[in-house]
Each structure stands twice: as C-alpha cells, then as structure tokens.
C-alpha cells in the first residue's frame, strides 16, 4: 500500500511539472500532429501507385502512433533522468523509502497518460485530414502501454548513458530515427533488401506496428505480438530499473 | 551518551584524488556535529558515505545503530550539496510530494510553519528568493521528522538574512533533541550552531572539538590591529609588544581594557594609523593554525570570525 502511495506521490509530481512546461506540452502533442499534417493531410497515401506511401492510410497509423510511443518516452524519461541527477534529486530519494523501480514505475504511468491524450487526439486528427476511418480495437490499449513501458525503460537506460540533458535529446534521436523507420512503421519490409529483413525482428517497436496493424488495419490477432511486447516490457523495466542512478 | 553516527577509519579515492583518508569520527545522539573545511576537502564525500549513497573503500560506518544501507530511512533525511527539486511546484506541492514518499509524515502546514513559509507556500519554487528556496529544502528534510539530519552546505549561496534565519531553523531542531550533522565552509556557522566541530582537509579530520575549546586551544589571544597611515614604524622602538605586518602592526594579548594604554601610548610615539581593530581568536584561525589556508567560500567570502571594531580612524598629531 505504501509502495502504490509512493508511486501515486512521485507520479503527481511528475504529472504537474509536466503540464506546466508549457513548451514541452506543446512540442508533445504538436510533434506527432505535424507528422500527420505532412505525410497524411498534404504528401497523401497512394493505394494504386508505387512510392514510399504506397498503402492506403490505415496502413501507416501504427506508424504515427509509434512516433509517439518512441519519441515520448525515450526523451522524456531520458531528460528527468539527467535534470534529477543534475539537482542531486536521486541522492535525495535514496535516502527515503522510495526505489528507483517505484520511481520508473510512476514516470512510466505519466507517460501512458500523455501517450494515450496524444494518441487520441493523433487518431482524430487523421480521421478528420485523410480517408481513414477510425477502426479501434480493444487491444491497442494494452499494445500502446507495453510499447510505453518498453520505451521507458530504454530512456532510463539513455538517461543513465548520457551525462546531460542535450545528450539524452541526441542519444535518444539516434536510437529512435533508425528505429522509426525500420520497424514495419512506414516502410514495408518488402522495400528492404533483403538480408536486413531479419534484423526488423530485433526492433521492439516491429511488434508494436505489426500487433497495431493487425487488430486496426488488417483485423487479425494481434496476440502473439502482444505477447512478446509484454515480455520486452518486463525486461525493459528491468534493465530501466537498474540504469537508475543510485548515486555514484 | 550513544552515538548517532560512528565512522571508523573511512577511506575513498577518486582514481587518484583522495577523497577521504582514514576518517574515524562520533556523532552523539542529539548533538550538532559541524564539518567544516574548503571546497574539496572531502565533506560530501563522508556525507555520501554516511548516509549509504556512496561506498567507501575501506572502513566502516554505523548509523542509528546499522549500516548506512539498512538505516531505517523513515528516521534519516538528507539535504544534498547543490539540491534543487522541481521547480515548477509550489512550497507546499513539494512538502506533500516529499511526504507522500513516508508512511509517516508530518502535516504540511507544521513544516511550513518550521520554515517560515506559510505566506509564500503557494508560490512555485522558482520564483522564491534564495533564501525561501533554501528553506523550503530544509523543509523537505524535516517532513519525515528525522531523529537524524545531514545538512550538506544548507546555506552556501543564501544571503545574510536566509542564512540567519536557516540558523534559528537548525537551533530550533537541535533543542527538540533532533541529532544534526552539518557540513559548511563557513566558519562563524560552526562555531554559532555546532556542540563540536571537525576540521577537515584534504580528505583528513585535522582536530575534532567544541569549537570554544578549540578556540582556547588553539586559537591564540585577542590582538589590536593597526593600520598605519604610512612609514610603519620600528616595532623595536615602541613602549609596546608589537609585529609588523603589511599594513601596520599587531598588538598580541590586548584584552579590552588595555585598548585604550595601548593607543596612548602609540600616540605618545607619534604612529599615525587609519584604523584600530580589536580582534578575538576565532575558529577561522584554529583552522589556519592547523590546516593552514585555503578555508573560504566559493566566493572567497570566509565570513570571518567573530570580529569586534572598537575604533576606526586616525589621529594627526
């Protein structure tokens, strides 16, 4: 009980602090909207012809969505990592009864409230600028909250890396640029030659595009998908956990 | 009486800067308990090691009875060197968030009201003066209602005033039987707040003591200052036990009531003087006698010792 206490402590924190950068918030739920403006309002999908957006749009939704399940999280994590460490605020936690688990754990359930505000409002934008419809599935929540967790745990582990805030930002950048791009997001595996192709299944963030697409786009089971998401996410929180600065 | 805080010959490099080199100090149970020392002499480093967020090499430490590890941490709190929480929230939002990481805590408005913050607890962190901000850190460190409170610099960077008024804080704690453990590279606050000091250098405890003891121990007798005008005069000449110094002299062992023969007299031989200062032993030159210099602020400031000027001026004859 007291753990959950804690957790709810430190994630009102958070929650607060964030909405009152206001820049921050706008950056949050402006970036993904200017992805969708570009490649969705104004570049437009081409179901019949040839080209990067060759699918119709429904293809490409889990790829918006999972420039907002990787970005996010990888900065923001990343970003309180290092601003705790340059305020000395992490030795200040280990010497109360608060663990580095109970703090990644509160910073992971703000990101997967921002996530899923953006993502809403994502998903309705689309719905308003392009073709598509809304095709929603019940699974997509738990497919955004493990791709969260799992992309938490990774920003720690930058966070950790990275000595400063502008070196989370550029670690974070060069993690995430490759990995939104070769992730079955928005380029099919069919467009890479093909010795890389098996290289797509080392990417976390596959599983969250090929799980999306399945139960929004191609109204498949996404099971298996979810299954190994949920696994990642357990091993990033883990690995996120331990990259927590206990102090020296 | 038992001790709160034991470290037995507690030693720590950083590759090879030596950071702590066989330190063995006591804290009591209710005591405050200042290390003082300049920048770099290992202060946060013994702090780290006390309080379990860093490991010394060799040595060992015992806090409330147990490792640093196994420390009830419902019993402790920490201000760290250089803290700065969230800024973006008020006095009171940051008190309720440090609270709500205990299952014990104070109410919030009690510790407001320790710090002297009621009027301004709505007020975000970033926009409070130093010294509020400082004493909302401190408050952060009482919420708990620690038995033990490490205290790592609380009023570098604070103006007079907040540092006054941190001082009241850390006395009011210490009567109500709270043990204190104080670092500061300010002189007058050990000796204002402290039941015993350690002077500390380069990773070394020099002498460890009540600072008044200190002070007669080591400290040297009261002496008069003199600023000559110019030509300083031949201290052998002079009915006076006098040392040259850069500006003028010095008269050792002048209690206050020979200030005034001691000025007669050096009218009498025609020594002209801008000013006369009448100066107590202090800590600040326990300290020089014993670890030599280098003890001062970031700044530079030492905020010297207890400094008393009795007269100022000069005299033509």
Not at chain 1, 51 to 64: A, D, E, I, K, N
Not at chain 1, 169 to 177: C, H, R
Not at chain 2, 145 to 165: V, Y
Not at chain 2, 193 to 216: C, F, I, Q, Y
Request: glycine share 10%.
């Amino acid at each position: 009980m007291s753990s959950v206490a804690r957790v709810g402590s430190e994630a009102r924190t958070a929650w607060w602090s964030f909405l009152r950068r206001r820049t921050a918030v706008f950056f949050t739920f402006g970036f993904p909207l200017i992805l969708v403006a570009i490649f969705g309002a104004v570049v437009q999908t081409n179901p019949t012809g040839s080209g990067l957006f060759g699918h119709p749009t429904g293809y490409y939704v889990p790829g918006y969505l999972a420039i907002i399940v990787l970005f996010t999280p990888l900065t923001r994590i990343g970003s309180s990592i290092a601003r705790y460490r340059e305020g000395n605020r992490f030795e200040k936690l280990s010497t109360t009864p608060a663990t580095p688990a109970e703090w990644l754990a509160a910073h992971t359930l703000v990101n997967v409230g921002i996530i899923l505000l953006a993502s809403a409002v994502v998903l309705g934008v689309l719905e308003l600028l392009t073709d598509w419809s809304v095709a929603l599935s019940p699974l997509l929540l738990p497919f955004v909250v493990f791709a969260v967790v799992v992309f938490c745990g990774l920003g720690a582990v930058l966070g950790r890396v990275a000595d400063s805030q502008d070196g989370v930002v550029a670690a974070s950048n060069a993690v995430a640029l490759p990995l939104v791009f070769l992730s079955e997001t928005f380029v099919a595996p069919a467009m890479l030659p093909a010795w890389f192709r098996p290289a797509i299944g080392l990417s976390p963030l596959t599983y969250f595009a090929r799980g999306v697409r399945n139960v929004t786009y191609l109204h498949e089971s996404g099971l298996s998908e979810l299954l190994v998401l949920a696994l990642l996410a357990a091993v990033f929180f883990g690995l996120g956990t331990y990259a927590i600065p206990q102090y020296d | 009486m038992a001790a709160a805080v034991t470290a037995d010959s507690l030693s720590k490099r950083y590759g090879d800067t030596v950071a702590l080199d066989g330190i063995s100090l006591t804290v009591d149970t209710g005591e405050v308990f200042a290390l003082v020392g300049p920048n770099g002499a290992g202060k946060t480093t013994l702090v780290r090691s006390l309080t379990g967020t860093t490991t010394p090499h060799s040595g060992s430490v015992e806090v409330l009875g147990t490792t640093p590890e196994r420390t009830d941490k419902e019993s402790i709190g920490l201000l760290p060197q250089s803290f700065q929480p969230p800024e973006r929230l008020t006095a009171r939002e940051l008190l309720t968030y440090y609270a709500g990481l205990y299952d014990e805590s104070r109410p919030v408005d009690d510790v407001l009201a320790d710090v002297g913050l009621e009027t301004v607890d709505d007020t975000w962190y970033t926009n409070l003066s130093g010294g509020q901000q400082r004493r909302v850190c401190v408050g952060i460190t009482l919420v708990n209602d620690p038995d033990l409170l490490f205290l790592d610099e609380p009023t570098t960077g604070i103006d007079p005033a907040g540092r006054q008024s941190l001082w009241s804080l850390v006395a009011d704690l210490s009567s109500r039987g709270t043990t204190v453990f104080l670092t500061t590279h300010y002189m007058e606050e050990a000796e204002t707040l402290a039941d015993r000091v350690a002077l500390m250098e380069d990773g070394s405890v020099v002498e460890v003591g009540p600072p008044e003891t200190l002070v007669e121990t080591y400290g040297g007798g009261t002496h008069l200052q003199v600023e000559t005008t110019r030509n300083a005069p031949d201290v052998a000449s002079l009915d006076v036990d006098a040392e040259p110094t850069e500006d003028g002299l010095r008269v050792p062992d002048v209690s206050p009531e020979d200030i005034g023969t001691v000025v007669d007299t050096l009218d009498r031989q025609g020594v002209e003087y801008e000013s006369l200062t009448w100066t107590e032993p202090s800590l600040e030159d326990v300290y020089l006698r014993l670890a030599g210099d280098g003890i001062g602020g970031e700044d530079g400031d030492t905020d010297g010792p207890a400094v008393e000027a009795v007269t100022a001026g000069s005299e033509q004859r």
